[in-house]
């Protein structure tokens, strides 16, 4: 409060008016005065004012409400956080003294007193309580501006997926603000998953990267329109495993709470609660509940969003289509209860900047709670324990994109650049007065850096934002960066520019990074093989062109691999997937084709001359009895000629998977060749890529 813009407000409460009048005599015309003469008058008034009042000076002695009634309703109320009490009685034993102190009061003073005394003791615990609410407002101001930044950054980052994945902006949006009342209401309902607030904020932070793996998805499979195909679905899933691995690969900050948090949401929100999901087949609670519940607010959000291959579902329907898996086990059922809570909510604010508004508004009134309900200590702990997670944010977005990251601030002038650009431009991370630092004036040429300049100058707060290229010149070579700045603003009429955040991104680095993704998205994470969507586009190529050899396509599936999985353990699995992965890489010659196409399925593609037993026999025999530990790898091998059914990708795969049957239904352990007595024997078997039973329901990919 300002003092100085008007007279603060005393509650003085006594039920002796010569009293009331001594104490207003002695503090004369500096502040305006309300009078009760009992604590239940005093408790209306307060009741009434609320805020306004400025300092209660309390008797405790008093009919119909003691003082001590008084400091127990303003204690019920929380008005006591924010309004202090100086009690003035003669009530000087220890133990009332005592209780006074217990109930929160900011000063006691015994009668008879002396004028002077009241009058500075009055106006020290005014200007304490001044400085306190400044403090706390300006505590509040600032969590509220990094609050802010940090969604930018968020909503930045929001806009490299929806590059490649058209819907993902909103859908990030969405997702972030239903984790986050998925959560609070979990909270309320059960203490089984006891999170706290900050771990909440984490979690609904992270769940706007759950998708980052689609970037390395092919554009063509992620914007398909139609239904994806069996193989396209399986390249599709790579997506969970790829974001976690960029994740892993972090060269910094892996101690992090909010990188192992990010981690667990990127790897495992496909998991469902009845082990179906992937990729690591997960259920009940192995599956983090981070991952669970932002799971559960993705498939909500896609079933409600307009897809390249869907429309949006009515929130009616979509609550069916969730209810429907949840019956089958799909879905935690306490945070199926906790979707239904908060129903009318998701029906009535549907549209991502309202959900957005609800969302970051109840976070900020959170916040203003925390911080009334502690006395200054606590709010300051409160402030920083915020603040530091502000910064846990930041260079984590810094380290993810490994940029050169900056706020201009104009008053006072000064640039703050990330860990990561500081240390490329070879600078400090605060540069003071950039504009007239000899070591810092120019990182880009003239011509670039007068038109970012000017340009940026030209912003508005209705178009804040600035994109272009141009060259920084780093260990004395120039390299190419494209720039994309915002100018930020002030709520004033008019509205004032305080400060320039933006991000320059080496656009050669880009690309590298670009190729790699798109390795990313030719192999399997775990076994470094092509995966089924790679490896069917080089067999295609290859039936295609004209060769003296003959072709042939082998599908091999691990014996019994789910019970090693049940007994040891996904890491134990794992290690049996890598051992054949490893080992197939060596059996296979220069020239064939080798993948993982599933779970436990992998294939091979080869050339041959003359005979083909001998070549699959080798192979069958480098993996099959071959040992993991307490495990003995056991494979059974469909193998199908293209000289018996035709240089076609599609008949190869299905032919080889009917010989699979046939062996399976044998006895599996071994291996067997598409012919007559197998196409008259086993029924057609459809094809087995990405035969993992999806419970997501429509319109979830």
Not at 42 to 67: R, T
Not at 162 to 174: A, C, M, Y
Not at 207 to 220: C, L, P, V, W
Not at 292 to 317: C, G, I, M, N, W
Request: contains cysteine; charged residues 25%.
């Amino acid at each position: 409060m300002d003092i100085g813009r008007r007279k603060q407000r005393i509650l003085i409460v006594d039920d002796d008016e010569i009293n009331r009048s001594i104490l207003m005599d002695m503090m004369d015309d500096a502040y305006e005065y309300i009078e009760a003469e009992d604590g239940a008058q005093a408790v209306s008034i307060l009741k009434e004012q609320e805020m306004e009042i400025s300092l209660v000076l309390l008797d405790i002695m008093m009919p119909v409400m003691d003082g001590f009634g008084v400091l127990q309703a303003m204690n019920e109320n929380h008005w006591i956080d924010s309004t202090p009490v100086v009690i003035i009685s003669s009530e000087s034993q220890p133990d009332n003294i005592a209780k006074a102190y217990d109930l929160g009061v900011t000063d006691f003073i015994g009668r008879p007193f002396n004028d002077s005394i009241v009058h500075h003791r009055v106006t020290n615990t005014l200007l304490l309580a001044a400085k306190q609410h400044s403090l706390e407002e300006l505590a509040a101001e600032q969590i509220y501006e990094k609050e802010r930044h940090s969604g930018l950054m968020v909503d930045i980052l929001s806009h490299i997926v929806e590059f490649r994945n058209g819907e993902s902006s909103l859908h990030v949006i969405h997702v972030r603000a239903i984790t986050e009342l998925l959560l609070k209401q979990l909270q309320r309902k059960t203490d089984r998953y006891p999170l706290t607030p900050a771990e909440i904020s984490m979690i609904s932070t992270v769940s706007s990267f759950h998708d980052i793996g689609k970037i390395s998805i092919d554009a063509a499979i992620l914007n398909k329109p139609g239904k994806l195909t069996d193989e396209e679905f399986a390249v599709m899933k790579t997506h969970a495993m790829v974001g976690a691995e960029m994740l892993a690969a972090l060269p910094v900050y892996q101690d992090e709470p909010l990188v192992n948090m990010a981690y667990q949401v990127c790897r495992w929100h496909h998991e469902r609660y009845n082990g179906r999901g992937y990729p690591d087949g997960l259920s009940g609670d192995d599956i983090p509940i981070s991952a669970q519940v932002v799971a559960l607010a993705d498939v909500y959000d896609a079933l409600t969003s307009e897809r390249v291959y869907k429309p949006a579902f009515s929130h009616e329907h979509a609550m069916e289509i969730i209810a429907e898996d949840g019956a089958r086990g799909a879905f935690n059922p306490i945070l199926l209860e906790c979707l239904n809570d908060i129903s009318d909510i998701l029906r009535d604010d549907l549209r991502a900047s309202t959900l957005e508004k609800l969302s970051r508004s109840q976070h900020l009134e959170d916040m203003a709670v925390e911080i009334s309900r502690h006395k200054e200590l606590a709010a300051s702990n409160r402030t920083l324990q915020l603040l530091e997670q502000e910064r846990m944010k930041y260079g984590f977005f810094a380290a993810m994109s490994e940029e050169i990251q900056f706020e201009y601030t104009l008053t006072p002038p000064m640039v703050t650049f990330n860990a990561f650009g500081a240390k490329k431009l070879g600078v400090n991370e605060t540069v003071l007065d950039p504009a007239h630092n000899s070591e810092t004036v120019h990182y880009m040429e003239d011509a670039s850096w007068e038109e970012f300049h000017r340009r940026l100058l030209a912003t508005t707060p209705e178009e804040p934002s600035v994109v272009m290229e141009g060259q920084i010149t780093i260990g004395g070579e120039a390299r190419w960066h494209k720039f994309i700045a915002r100018s930020l603003w002030t709520a004033d009429e008019p509205p004032r520019m305080i400060s320039i955040i933006g991000k320059a991104t080496d656009i050669h680095r880009s690309r590298m990074n670009l190729e790699q993704l798109e390795r990313r998205a030719s192999y399997d994470a775990l076994t470094d093989l092509l995966n089924a969507g790679s490896a069917r586009k080089k067999i295609e190529e290859r039936l295609k062109a004209p060769a003296d050899e003959h072709y042939a396509l082998a599908i091999l599936d691990l014996d019994f691999f789910k019970t090693a999985n049940d007994t040891y353990g996904h890491a134990f699995g794992n290690e049996v997937l890598a051992l054949v992965a490893e080992t197939l890489k060596r059996s296979v010659r220069g020239g064939d084709i080798a993948a993982r196409i599933g779970g436990d399925e992998f294939l091979v593609f080869l050339e041959y001359k003359q005979d083909l037993e001998p070549i699959i026999d080798r192979i069958f025999h480098s993996i099959c009895g071959k040992r993991c530990g307490e495990f003995t790898i056991s494979l059974s091998v469909g193998v199908a000629r293209a000289s018996d059914v035709g240089n076609d990708y599609e008949n190869l795969f299905r032919a080889a998977d009917q010989a699979l049957y046939t062996v399976k239904e044998s006895g599996k352990g071994n291996y067997c060749f598409y012919d007559q007595s197998v196409r008259e024997m086993a029924p057609l078997a459809g094809s087995k890529i990405g035969a993992i039973e999806s419970e997501e329901g429509e319109g979830e990919r």
